[in-house]
Structures are given as structure tokens and as C-alpha cells.
């Protein structure tokens, strides 16, 4: 329990691992009331005593310096309102921490250390509830992990597209390791994609990929056949 295990109220965070891939999913500092499938682990805990309870609990069957990859969800907020996201359909559960909380540059400073994980080749945002394009030091962060880890070599984002200015876009590229991929989900085109993301501006969407495609960005189109 808690205080058995000596945990602290301070730094939470929550974790998914996969220990098939060698890879764990931090998730912002909120609960999520069993939303997810019992095969999450989510805790809240700071990073060391997430370690510590995998390890008694015998989950994390590889060491920290082994981790390959990280899944990091870097804030509650989104633009949108799909209507099979969790944040529409489990509403009343979660309603009361979505659009509160950013994960920021000082946070992975604390959580993840380049002499601890020397193995950590990828970094994903693929968030549950989340778009990462709206945490304000994305690009901060981007350049925490390119920079700090000499082993890093593969970023991911997953994004709905509907957020920043073409300016930005072009920008984004420099932030990013020349092995990367930006994921853009339209699920639909101008006259249907406003149906299954609401709130979504299918041209915006499209004038922001093709600013970060031209200035040299690798992009790919995810949809959802409906």
C-alpha cells in the first residue's frame, strides 16, 4: 500500500509499461478512475516510486538503463470533441482534470535523466486525451530530448492538426532528430471531417501539414474508416 511503500504526494505522474517493447507511457498528473483496460498500469506516483512498486510487484522485469522508448502524454488539454474520445464518452469521470494541466520542460528534467536511460532511442506522443500541439514548451521539450540524449534518434507526435499557424509548422522541423514522423489523423476530408472531430478545420489541418511537409517534415495521414 501507500505507506508501505513510502509514497510521496509530490511529482505524480502515472505510468503504462510494456514490457514486451521495453517502453513506458507516462500520462499526466490526474486519475483516471479505471478508464483505461486493466492491462495499464496507472499509478500515481512519483518516478521512483513508480520503480519501486513495479519491482516489489514484480512488472518491471528489465532495468532503467534498458528502456527503449518513451510514450509521454504532455498535457490534458485538446482542441476538439470527437465523439468516441474518452474525454466525450467517459465525460463525467475525468471532466474535472481535462484542460488543467501541461507537462513541462522542468518535469522531464526531474523524470528522465541521459545517464539513467541510456538506452532510450524513441520518444512518442501519442496521447490518450490529449493534443500535444497545445502544450506551450513542446518544442522546448522536442529539444530536450534531441539534445540531451545522444541516444535518441526517433521522435513521434500524433496530432489532430487543428492547432498552431503554418508558421509554426515550418518551424517544428528544426525541433525534431531527421528520423521522425508526424502523424496527422483526419478522419475524413472538408465535407465529412467536421462530423467525426468536431471542431476540426479540415483546410487548416491541411495548410498546417503541408507548411511542415515543405520545409522538409515527415508526415503521414491516419484515418479512421467509419
Given at each position: 500500500?501507500?505507506?508501505?511503500?513510502?509514497?510521496?504526494e509530490?511529482?505524480?505522474?502515472?505510468?503504462?509499461?510494456?514490457?514486451?517493447?521495453?517502453s513506458?507511457?507516462?500520462?499526466?498528473?490526474?486519475?483516471?478512475?479505471?478508464?483505461?483496460?486493466?492491462?495499464?498500469?496507472?499509478?500515481?506516483?512519483n518516478?521512483?516510486?513508480?520503480?519501486?512498486?513495479?519491482?516489489?510487484?514484480?512488472?518491471?522485469?528489465v532495468?532503467?538503463?534498458k528502456?527503449?522508448?518513451?510514450?509521454?502524454?504532455?498535457?490534458t488539454?485538446?482542441?476538439?470533441?470527437?465523439?468516441?474520445?474518452?474525454?466525450?464518452?467517459?465525460?463525467?469521470?475525468i471532466?474535472?482534470?481535462?484542460?488543467?494541466?501541461?507537462?513541462?520542460?522542468?518535469?522531464?528534467?526531474?523524470?528522465?535523466?541521459?545517464?539513467?536511460?541510456?538506452?532510450?532511442t524513441?520518444?512518442?506522443?501519442?496521447?490518450?486525451?490529449?493534443?500535444?500541439?497545445m502544450?506551450?514548451?513542446?518544442?522546448?521539450i522536442?529539444?530536450?530530448?534531441?539534445?540531451?540524449?545522444?541516444?535518441?534518434n526517433?521522435?513521434?507526435?500524433?496530432?489532430?492538426?487543428?492547432?498552431?499557424?503554418?508558421?509554426?509548422?515550418?518551424k517544428?522541423?528544426?525541433?525534431?532528430?531527421?528520423?521522425?514522423?508526424?502523424?496527422?489523423?483526419?478522419?475524413?476530408?472538408?465535407?465529412?471531417?467536421?462530423i467525426?472531430?468536431?471542431?476540426?478545420?479540415?483546410?487548416?489541418?491541411?495548410?498546417?501539414?503541408?507548411?511542415?511537409?515543405?520545409?522538409?517534415?515527415?508526415?503521414?495521414?491516419?484515418?479512421?474508416?467509419f
Open positions: 500500500n501507500a505507506t508501505s511503500l513510502g509514497l510521496k509530490t511529482d505524480k505522474i502515472s505510468l503504462d509499461y510494456d514490457a514486451e517493447c521495453s513506458y507511457k507516462i500520462y499526466n498528473p490526474i486519475i483516471f478512475n479505471n478508464i483505461y483496460s486493466i492491462q495499464n498500469i496507472l499509478l500515481q506516483l518516478k521512483d516510486d513508480i520503480i519501486k512498486y513495479l519491482r516489489i510487484n514484480q512488472m518491471w522485469n532495468q532503467i538503463d528502456v527503449t522508448e518513451i510514450d509521454l502524454e504532455c498535457t488539454f485538446c482542441n476538439l470533441k470527437c465523439p468516441e474520445c474518452n474525454r466525450t464518452t467517459d465525460k463525467g469521470i471532466d474535472s482534470i481535462l484542460n488543467t494541466t501541461h507537462i513541462t520542460l522542468e518535469n522531464c528534467k526531474t523524470w528522465f535523466k541521459p545517464n539513467e536511460l541510456i538506452n532510450l524513441d520518444v512518442r506522443f501519442c496521447g490518450a486525451i490529449d493534443e500535444a500541439l502544450n506551450p514548451e513542446l518544442t522546448d522536442l529539444d530536450f530530448f534531441k539534445d540531451e540524449f545522444n541516444s535518441v526517433y521522435i513521434d507526435i500524433r496530432t489532430n492538426g487543428s492547432v498552431r499557424t503554418p508558421e509554426f509548422w515550418t517544428l522541423v528544426n525541433h525534431l532528430p531527421p528520423k521522425h514522423i508526424i502523424v496527422f489523423g483526419l478522419d475524413g476530408l472538408e465535407d465529412t471531417l467536421h467525426y472531430r468536431i471542431g476540426a478545420d479540415y483546410k487548416k489541418v491541411i495548410n498546417n501539414a503541408k507548411a511542415f511537409i515543405d520545409a522538409g517534415g515527415i508526415a503521414s495521414w491516419q484515418f479512421i474508416e
